[in-house]
Each structure stands twice: as C-alpha cells, then as structure tokens.
C-alpha cells in the first residue's frame, strides 16, 4: 500500500443484518482474545470469545463473528501477506480514558519492508480511535517527554505501583502537549491504517468510552514475522508476572 500520510482511513462495507447483529450485541465484561496466523481457527474462536463477553442470539453472534472474519480476510489480501496478529477487545463504560492516553505503536519485528510498518484497527461498536497530527516542534516535545519518562520506567518494571504513577505521569504530560490540538475520530463503518515503529508513526488513542466497545486490531506480516512478535510478547508477559 502507498499512503502519503502516516494514515488511511477506509470504509469498511457493510450489510444491514450484519449492522443489526452488532446492535444486538451486549458487552457484558471487559476481554481480550489474540490470534497469530490462524485464519482457519477464527471464526469459531470469535463466537467463543463474543459468548463469554456479551449477550446475544446465537445468530447475532455468528453473524458478528463471519463480519469480522470478512474484515480480516481484506486486512490480509491488501497487505499481501499470509501472517497475522489479530486482536478484539470488549469494553464498558469507563471514565479511564476521558485524558487520552496519547502514544505511538513502536516496532513489533525487525523488518526493514514498508509495507510492515502499517497497523489496521477499526471499532466494530461504539466510539472510534481518535488521532492527532502534531507540528515538528510538538513532535520533537513528545519524543523528549517520551524518552525521558521511558528511561525511568524501565527500572521500575518490577514495582507496579510505581511503574504506574510514571505512565500516568507520561499520559498527563501528553494530555497538557495536546490539548489544544485538532483532535479526529474514525467514524462507524470506518477503518485506520496508520503507520508504526518509526518516529512519524501516528499519535492516536482510545477514546473516551462513554457507551459499550468492541475493538480489533490486525498487524500483518510473513508468518515469521508474526511467530517472532508472539514469542517476544509471550516473554514480556511471563517476565511481568515474575
């Protein structure tokens, strides 16, 4: 794909039933489902994951679950690649992002392919991803805060309390950078491609979820690339339960 920004938004097609389902569909906790490269496996993992987070017909669910498959499937056939990490996240309401948490998605593989340093998200009910486009000078700000609170925050991995105070030091002086800065929002039926891993890579957030939110993300990749991401995922996460 060529973009000639660090962003391309979409319109995600979609059919009167399928938009019914997913009104239908009521989150009923806070959850997460990940899939590496198992395109074969999703549809089924998906109804699994809709039945244990929200309330609905069986029909609905399926519906929902072959709608975001079908969202996937584009996902990978744009990219023209076989390797994926797929997320979907379910919300409720929750004041813990009415400051935005402001923020780049760093590099999830070595890679020096252009068509690697893209990330597809889209909100499939409730508020869309909001994002911002600073100056130079805002952006050289945001990398010095950025760098100077990572530096702490490295040595406090082991202590959550404190590790915490710092991100929530790092969201607060990036709320104050850009708070008066144009601020858009990815409407319904809409889809982001926006770059990560470089030092232009788009600043974006979740948004203030004032209603209920299902959420997915896919970053595509060879299957290696994808297999290397999980595996330096899986150690981060064995390492922050120690």
């Not at 399928?18 to 993992?45: A, H, M, P, Q, R």
């Not at 974006?204 to 690339?225: A, K, M």
């Amino acid at each position: 794909m060529n973009y000639k920004n660090n962003y391309h938004i979409i319109k995600i097609k979609i059919k009167e039933k399928e938009l019914d389902s997913i009104n239908n569909y009521n989150v009923i906790k806070n959850n997460t489902y990940n899939n590496y490269n198992d395109f074969n496996g999703l549809y089924n993992e998906l109804i699994n994951f809709l039945k244990l987070s929200g309330d609905c017909l069986d029909v609905d669910i399926k519906i929902m679950s072959k709608y975001i498959c079908k969202i996937v499937k584009n996902v990978l056939l744009k990219a023209k690649k076989d390797g994926f990490w797929f997320t979907i996240r379910t919300f409720l309401p929750t004041n813990e992002h009415i400051i935005p948490r402001w923020h780049q998605d760093g590099k999830y593989y070595n890679s020096n392919d252009d068509n690697n340093k893209y990330k597809f998200v889209a909100t499939i009910k409730g508020n869309g991803t909001i994002y911002c486009q600073p100056n130079e000078d805002e952006l050289i700000k945001f990398h010095k805060i950025k760098n100077e609170i990572d530096k702490e925050m490295i040595n406090l991995m082991n202590d959550r309390s404190k590790f915490q105070m710092m991100f929530e030091k790092e969201k607060n002086a990036m709320y104050e950078l850009f708070k008066n800065i144009k601020v858009k929002q990815v409407k319904k039926n809409h889809g982001l491609y926006f770059k990560v891993g470089t030092n232009d890579a788009l600043i974006h957030s979740e948004p203030n979820i004032v209603e209920q939110r299902v959420f997915i993300s896919i970053l595509t990749g060879t299957v290696e690339q994808i297999n290397e991401y999980k595996l330096k995922r899986m150690n981060f996460d064995q390492s922050n339960k120690k």
